[in-house]
């Protein structure tokens, strides 16, 4: 029995290591403040003495702040449009809008410089005043002739020519003079001419121990082993670095890993996200056992993006249950099954299309790399692309989604169960069915008995009568009748004492309810059904596609036909998408198209964005730090020819994802130390030139399942349902199933070794996330995520000094220690190796020592009288709470939850 007074008292050093950490980070943050805004900013002001243009400098502001009334509407706010100088001059209500080479006596600027506009609680920044102001007085001028229809001037050549619209370069690999690299991968290559140019040089290759534990968390999300640990230092061989990556690469656990990143980005959630009633997706793992096992066997990324977009289109003739290829591509269109989707509650129209909207947002976001979604009610304010762009994209997915012939989701479900399964489950719920008939059978014949006694307890004179009403349809019983039956509270229908025996009959009530469990467990026997969450075309009726005006789906305007993205077609030939299902076809065909268009290695995002993707999982943060955004209010590359490089790789190599992988991962900038020098410090502080490793936090996941591995507990079994998450009695997350009592809660039901399953198959719910998960910034999908925040909070120390999964997972770890580590210096070298995959220095082993002292003592002291006999019937037991005390402690530590 754990003595929780003493537990409290052995974590201070968690405590402080997270305080730490917290300092560290916050320091990190303040310093990172003003470099990390100019990154960001798409607009800059420039030198004083550079020359500004409308195009260039100014209509990016304007377009943001300014056009929405100015320029959009039907009718201008005010009678000013600002979407040509000209018309700027011209002006509004209130006069021409400035005057040339004069800022002060412009009255766009008044209105700018007095916050009087733009309208509403944001304004204009410092930055972008000041290029206002300079750009009038450098005489208000333009890059070019403006075009005489304003219509003509939606979008600038700045912004059509903006770098991640264009296609891929193939970039020469470049020569660096002074890198110390005695050779050079491609990679290195890219890096090491920047390095130079900065004065930098790579970063020493870190020790065998680190880049193993980095390795391995970073491919499998856990921990290396004692035995992988001393096969990996002792092998010294040329090509043993190597080796271990394609193992590791081929490895199921690679598949587990890698698959939460993209169920990120596809927004993988089994609950339809309305807040009041997030009602369960119980079949939606079949989408994240498709992602698991496509990553697993090296999918060609172009097929995974084509069978997720539509892999139902792929499918010719009719769905064959028995067809494992057509499980595999139904599943893979639950990528657009898994945004938020409230109808089967609130099946309005506001909902269905905002479904939609997040439906498409999710794709945008995951596969383009674009906020397409912000031109849902309006051209987008910093990236060439028009609400009709956006209506004409979302018509590629109008005739699987149609708003006026809407599916709720579960009638999207496909039934996909195999003929031997539906076979035994129908032979199995025959069964039991047979044995419901018989129970009940019983069940009545113990009522008639029970009603018969009661009525002989009913006067002679009033029974005959009696048992008259009782036996008389409740809805046909007389006034006089009701009234005899409130006279005699314990006569009852015989179907009413059947149903309620446990007042009549305790014990007989019990022996049914033991019956009725047993007849439950054989219906759990029962194959599953194969029911996916899958997306199919609605060719009945395909609906009209439309732009809606202000996103508003009941103000519905000018028809559109489905299209990619303009801006995204301008350096490729592509043939227009279908309007209607071909001769014979089941499908519209318009996203199998368009999913082939956007796969044929010619598309200027798609390459770009996968392998960016890859890389943020490796670094911490991609060549482009808004993996989601490459428009103009994202972030540039800081390597855009390495990054086109790699884009390249992936198309010319097949698609394969592992090819990238490796490439990195045999990579010198990725086999580097993470120490940090003066040098960093003054010349690379954010270590965008990749002067050295980034220092990382593990996710949240890997935090539960490295904790699981070295406590001997972890299920590294793949594939299958969810293990279930529920509400306890307080209204917490708990792994489990409610357990229900006659209609009452009573308790959480133990799912027993499934509870150590790794975090990617614990049921994900929106609304009730584990608290070891959310503390640690697991991301609620709303409707996905692109990148994953990474806090230091009060509440993660408290996690590790009170949380009853932390204490398990410590007690579990000492207790598979002790027994094969007798002397104390060994078992705090296995706790070192285990969480560290080092083993401690001299003054550590010291230290921990002297720590396991101190704890014995007060464990041994602990006058509690069921721990004092545990401690008569094993005297390690205070050894083995000390020792879990260190344990618990250091995997608080910095050194544990960060991958150096």
Same mark, same amino acid.
């Not at 097929?303 to 892999?311: D, P, S």
């Not at 790699?646 to 990579?667: N, P, R």
């Given at each position: ?61 304007? +377009? ?43 009255? #766009? ?7 009087? /506009? ?5 304004? *204009? ?18 890059? =070019? ?43 290195? @290559? ?44 002792? %092998? ?42 997030? =009602? ?10 498709? #992602? ?22 792929? !499918? ?21 099954? /898994? ?19 997040? /439906? ?27 609400? %009709? %762009? ?41 069964? @039991? ?34 048992? +008259? ?16 039956? *409130? ?162 790789? *992936? ?6 994802? +592992? ?75 708990? !792994? ?29 719910? =929106? ?25 230091? #909070? ?23 220690? /002790? ?36 704890? =014995? ?22 050894? !083995? ?20």
């Amino acid at each position: 029995m754990r003595n929780k007074t003493i537990w409290m008292q052995t974590s201070p050093m968690a405590s402080f290591a997270s305080c730490l950490i917290a300092f560290a980070f916050l320091i990190a943050f303040l310093c990172g403040i003003s470099t990390n805004a100019s990154a960001n900013d798409p607009i800059a002001a420039g030198s004083e003495s550079q020359t500004l243009t409308y195009e260039k400098d100014v209509r990016p502001i304007f +377009k943001a702040m300014c056009f929405h009334c100015h320029g959009e509407e039907p009718v201008l706010a005010g009678g000013l449009d600002t979407r040509l100088v000209r018309l700027i001059v011209t002006g509004g209500d209130s006069g021409p809008g400035l005057v040339h080479g004069k800022a002060a006596e412009s009255l #766009v600027w008044k209105r700018i410089e007095s916050d009087e /506009m733009p309208e509403g609680a944001k304004k *204009l920044s410092v930055k972008e005043k000041e290029t206002i102001r300079r750009w009038l007085d450098q005489g208000a001028k333009t890059a =070019r002739a403006e075009p005489e229809n304003v219509e003509d001037a939606r979008f600038t050549e700045e912004e059509l020519s903006f770098w991640a619209f264009q296609p891929p370069t193939n970039p020469v690999v470049p020569t660096a003079t002074n890198s110390s690299l005695p050779s050079c991968n491609p990679i290195d @290559a890219f890096i090491a001419v920047k390095l130079e140019t900065a004065g930098l040089d790579f970063s020493p290759e870190a020790d065998r121990a680190t880049l193993l534990r980095r390795l391995k968390l970073d491919l499998h999300g856990l921990p290396p082993s004692r035995e992988e640990i001393e096969a990996f230092v002792a %092998d010294t061989s040329d090509h043993a670095y190597e080796k271990w990556v394609d193992d590791f690469l081929s490895s199921p656990q690679f598949g587990v890993r890698w698959a939460r990143h993209w169920l990120d980005v596809a927004g993988f959630s089994e609950t339809d996200g309305n807040s009041g009633q997030d =009602r369960e997706r119980e079949h939606a793992w079949h989408y994240r056992d498709y #992602v698991v096992n496509a990553i697993n066997n090296d999918k060609p990324y172009n097929e995974f993006i084509v069978e997720q977009i539509a892999g139902d289109e792929l !499918i010719q003739g009719p769905l064959d249950n028995e067809n494992a290829r057509h499980v595999e591509l139904m599943s893979a269109t639950g990528l657009l099954r /898994m945004a938020p989707d409230v109808t089967a509650t609130d099946n309005k129209l506001v909902d269905r299309n905002q479904a939609v909207a997040d /439906m498409v947002k999710v794709v945008s976001s995951s596969v383009l790399g674009l906020t397409v979604g912000c031109a849902q009610c309006h051209d987008h304010r910093y990236d060439p692309i028009s609400i %009709d %762009d956006y209506y004409k994209f979302r018509a590629i997915f109008d005739p699987a989604f149609p708003l006026e012939q809407w599916k709720q989701p579960d009638q999207r479900l496909v039934d996909m169960t195999s003929a031997a399964d539906h076979a035994d489950g129908e032979a199995i719920e025959a069964k @039991a069915k047979q044995q419901d008939e018989d129970i009940l059978k019983r069940k009545r014949e113990a009522a008639v008995k029970i009603q018969a006694q009661k009525l002989a307890d009913v006067p002679e004179a009033q029974r005959e009568a009696v048992t +008259k009403a009782v036996t008389t349809p409740v809805a046909e019983r007389t006034e006089e009748q009701k009234t005899l039956l *409130l006279a005699n509270p314990m006569v009852h229908p015989i179907d009413d004492i059947a149903g309620n025996l446990t007042v009549y009959d305790g014990p007989l009530h019990e022996k049914f309810k033991a019956e009725e469990a047993e007849v439950a467990k054989l219906r759990k026997t029962k194959p599953l059904r194969r029911m996916i969450m899958s997306v199919r075309d609605h060719i009945e009726s395909i609906p009209k596609s439309q732009i809606m005006f202000r996103g508003d789906p009941e103000q519905r305007k000018q028809e559109v036909k489905p299209s990619e993205i303009f801006v995204l077609t301008r350096s490729r030939s592509l043939t227009d998408l279908p309007l209607v299902p071909a001769e014979n076809q089941t499908s519209a065909g318009r996203r199998l198209a368009y999913a082939k268009q956007i796969t044929d290695g010619s598309h200027p995002l798609v390459s770009r964005v996968a392998v960016n993707r890859i890389w943020q999982h490796h670094f911490n943060k991609g060549l482009v730090a808004t993996p989601s955004d490459f428009g103009a209010f994202g972030q540039r590359p800081t390597h855009p020819e390495l990054l086109d490089y790699l884009a390249q790789q *992936l198309v010319t190599h097949g698609w394969s994802i +592992k090819s990238i992988h490796k490439s990195i991962l045999m990579s010198r900038t990725y086999r580097q130390q993470s120490r940090r020098t003066p040098d960093h410090e003054q010349l690379d502080p954010d270590n965008r030139l990749y002067s050295r490793m980034n220092l990382r936090r593990m996710d949240a996941e890997v935090i539960r399942d490295s904790m699981l591995f070295v406590s001997g507990k972890l299920d590294s079994s793949i594939g299958g349902p969810s293990v279930p998450v529920c509400e306890d009695e307080v209204g917490r997350a708990s !792994i489990g199933k409610r357990k229900i009592n006659d209609g009452l809660f009573a308790g959480v039901e133990d799912v027993g070794a499934r509870k150590y399953r790794r975090s990617v198959y614990l049921q994900s719910r =929106r609304t009730l996330p584990l608290n070891l998960l959310e503390t640690f910034d697991m991301p609620i999908m709303n409707p996905n995520c692109d990148a994953r925040r990474c806090s230091t #909070v009060a509440p993660q120390s408290l996690l590790f000094l009170n949380d009853q999964s932390v204490l398990a997972f410590s007690e579990n770890m000492a207790e598979t220690i /002790m027994p094969l580590n007798p002397t104390s210096d060994e078992r705090i070298h296995e706790v070192f190796i285990r969480l560290f995959a080092k083993g401690p220095s001299a003054t550590e082993r010291e230290q921990c020592n002297a720590y396991l002292v101190s704890q =014995r003592a007060l464990f041994a002291a602990d006058p509690n009288p069921e721990w004092q006999k545990t401690i008569e019937q094993s005297s390690l037991a205070p050894d !083995i709470r000390a020792l879990a005390s260190l344990c618990q402690t250091l995997m608080a530590s910095n050194r544990f939850l960060y991958i150096d």
